[in-house]
């Protein structure tokens, strides 16, 4: 693992788990729907591309949501959720990959597995979209990045700062999520996409994930060159369809 021992005791209990997560048993190939397609469409629509995020529950969160995921999975999407996120983090997140796999049978849009992969097999779990590469928790980041493609998957890998980005675009990345929470200290701050964004090729898809909870947030994080956003507890936080309506709908600050 990179730099594991600086973050959160509630980030080493989940790392320590997903060390412990068995893999596949047999190698996967997937048809992948387009995340950049997606984002691409929803533009053309008039809509802000949102990755919506089904989330029952998370270490930095209180409580759980017990509805049908399937059920909330649809109502993003009739929101206008360009793609979705889907937890199969099951020890602290309450995910699961039969949740993923029942999601995208049921929905047309891709479905992003948000998960701690850190060895190959584990792409092997269940089929997805794209799968979530955490650059700071991954030893070869450029291995783990062939192999997912080499099965179909699309990789967002996900960096905190200037060092993760760059060792991200060294690694052949096309899809680059930045993360506004601090894994050390479990604090978000919207000003670190704005930080790393600069560096960022102008060929690499770029998604804001955490800290974006009103259209504020969405202003500001698409004036600092987020393609897309990743958006979690402020959409499961209520009414799922108007939460994800009021983050697409979300119109250009003036």
């Given at each position: ?90 020890d602290h997140f ?143 936080d209520g009414d ?15």
């Amino acid at each position: 693992m990179n730099d594991t021992e600086e973050v959160a005791p509630a980030v080493q209990s989940i790392l320590a788990a997903a060390r412990d997560r068995d893999g596949g048993s047999e190698r996967l190939s997937v048809d992948a729907r387009s995340l950049p397609e997606a984002f691409a469409a929803a533009e053309a629509d008039g809509r802000i591309p949102v990755i919506a995020e089904v989330k029952p529950t998370s270490p930095t969160t209180d409580g759980t949501r017990d509805d049908d995921p399937v059920e909330l999975a649809r109502e993003m999407v009739d929101g206008g959720a360009a793609a979705l996120s889907v937890l199969t983090e099951p020890d602290h997140f309450g995910g699961s990959t039969e949740n993923l796999r029942q999601i995208r049978e049921a929905v047309d849009v891709p479905v992003l597995r948000k998960d701690f992969v850190v060895r190959e097999d584990q792409l092997d779990v269940v089929e997805s979209d794209v799968v979530l590469l955490i650059a700071r928790f991954v030893d070869d980041l450029s291995g783990l990045l062939d192999a997912a493609e080499a099965r179909g998957f699309q990789a967002l890998v996900e960096v905190h700062d200037g060092d993760e980005l760059a060792e991200a675009v060294e690694a052949g990345a096309s899809i680059v999520g930045v993360n506004n929470r601090d894994l050390a200290k479990l604090e978000v701050d919207l000003s670190t996409f704005e930080s790393v964004a600069p560096a960022v090729p102008k060929d690499v898809v770029l998604v804001a994930e955490s800290g974006v909870t009103t259209p504020e947030d969405v202003w500001r994080m698409r004036e600092a060159g987020a393609d897309g956003l990743l958006v979690g507890s402020a959409i499961m936080d209520g009414d799922v369809r108007t939460n994800t309506e009021r983050f697409v709908k979300a119109e250009a600050h003036e």
